[in-house]
Structures are given as C-alpha cells and as structure tokens.
C-alpha cells in the first residue's frame, strides 16, 4: 500500500525530479503536464502520467487530482496558471500545497492565494521538497558531507517509555545518538546514559547515513 497519493503538476526539471523521487518511497503520484514529451519521459517512474491542462478543474478532478494528500504545482513560470491550479486544489479538498515561485513576487500572490508552502529554485530543491513531503519524525537535517548528516527526529510513539538499551537504535538503523531535548527547549543535552528513557515531547539528534535513515523514515519502518 502506498505511502501517500502526490500529484504534481508541471513536468520541468524541478516537478519531474520531485516525481522520480517520490517514487523512490512507495508513493502513489499523479503527474500532469501539457506537453506530451514532459508526460512520456516521466511516465515510466510514477503511478500515473497524463497530458491536460491544470488550470482545468474538471479535468484535475477526473484524475483523481482529489484523493491525493498533497499537491506540489511545479510551473512557476505562469503565474495565472500557478494560481489557477492552486485554486483548483483549494476547491478538490487537496489539504496540502506546495507551489513553486521563480521570484518574491510570485510567492506573496500564492501564499496569499492558498498555497501551503511556496519554495523557488530548480532541480536540487525539487529533491529537498520530495523529501519533505515524505518526513514522518524528521525535523531537521544538517549534512555533514555526502553520505552523513545530523538528524533531528521526533521519536515514534513506540518509542516512549524505553531506554536507548533497550532500542538498541545503532544496531537496528544505523544511528548514534548524540543529544536529546525536550521540544520546548533549544539546550541539548549531550551526557546521557544508556538508560535514558524516552519521554513524550522528546527529541533526539544523532549521525548517521542520511539516505539510509531518511528510508527508515519515509518508509515508515522505525520501530
């Protein structure tokens, strides 16, 4: 069973680097796009790939545009077509929004139309915002070089009420914690004992393979 159902519409660089990675995760993902090329090259990597016009409300509807979780308009360059869209998923029920803006401008108009988030750049973001659409218990993420990063996470609610002996979290995903804190509070306190037990409105930070936990994560697997 899928993990989410995405659409994204507008197939460049930025919605088609979002759309592969989301199906790198499990992710059911609707992708639109007038020019049929843009639809044919991603079609191989998503649920559903499809040549319309996304400021068609009737069309986004008879896409199933309506059952998805969260929607990224990725066209940025039109911003009639970027507003349009974002109304045509205000009126879908879409409970998440997340548009692109190719300038401050822009951003204003769609934050002020309804968007849930508007972001503004290319490829590099497109895998960022994939990533947060994904996130489960991360927080925050601080890369330390190209496989290992800092991981602010909130602990799952499974979690609660056990120690890190118990958990045994660098044998089951590859994590070393290295400070927790309460969610209230910016000190971190990095001398804990193995026996620390995990209380609600806890949050650990530790190092580890980004891509390896940010998987665990997205994929709903810890335990």
Same mark, same amino acid.
């Not at 159902?5 to 994204?8: D, H, M, W």
């Given at each position: 069973?899928?993990?989410k159902?995405?659409?994204?519409l507008?197939?460049?660089i ?7 990675? @989301?199906?790198?995760?499990?992710c059911?993902v609707?992708a639109?796009?007038r ?14 790939a499809?040549? &319309?016009?996304?400021?068609? @409300?009737n069309?986004?509807r008879?896409? &199933?545009?309506?059952?998805c979780?969260?929607v990224?308009?990725a066209?940025g360059?039109s911003l ?6 974002i ?5 879908l029920?879409?409970?998440s929004?997340?548009a692109?803006? #190719? ?8 934050y ?10 290319e ?7 994939? #990533? ?5 218990h991360?927080t925050d ?9 800092v ?9 609660i009420g056990k ?14 914690i290295? &400070?927790?804190?309460?969610t209230?509070? #910016? ?9 620390y037990?995990?209380?609600?409105g806890t949050? @650990?930070? &530790?190092i ?10 997205? @994929?709903n697997?810890?335990?």
């Open positions: 069973m899928a993990i159902t995405i659409g994204v507008g197939l460049g930025f919605g088609s680097s979002i759309a592969k990675e @989301l199906n790198e995760f499990d059911d609707i639109v796009d020019d049929i090329d843009n639809v044919e090259r991603i079609e191989p990597y998503v649920t559903q499809v040549q &319309g016009n996304i400021t068609d @409300l069309f986004l008879s896409i &199933g545009l309506d059952n979780d969260v990224v308009v066209t360059t009639e077509s970027s507003v349009l869209a109304m045509n998923c205000k009126k029920g879409v409970a929004i997340i692109k803006a #190719k300038n401050k401008s822009f951003m204003e108009v769609l002020e139309i309804g968007a849930t988030k508007v972001i503004r750049p490829k590099e973001a497109g895998t960022r915002v994939a #990533k947060n659409v994904l996130r489960k991360i993420i601080v890369d330390l070089d190209e496989d290992y990063a991981i602010e996470f909130r602990p799952p609610i499974r979690w120690t890190f002996d118990e958990l045994d979290l660098r044998q089951k995903y590859e994590i070393n290295i &400070g927790v804190r309460k209230a509070q #910016k000190r971190m306190d990095v001398s804990f004992s193995p026996d037990r995990i209380e609600e949050v @650990l930070v &530790g580890a393979e980004s891509e390896i936990f940010e998987r665990y994560d997205y @994929l697997k810890l335990k």
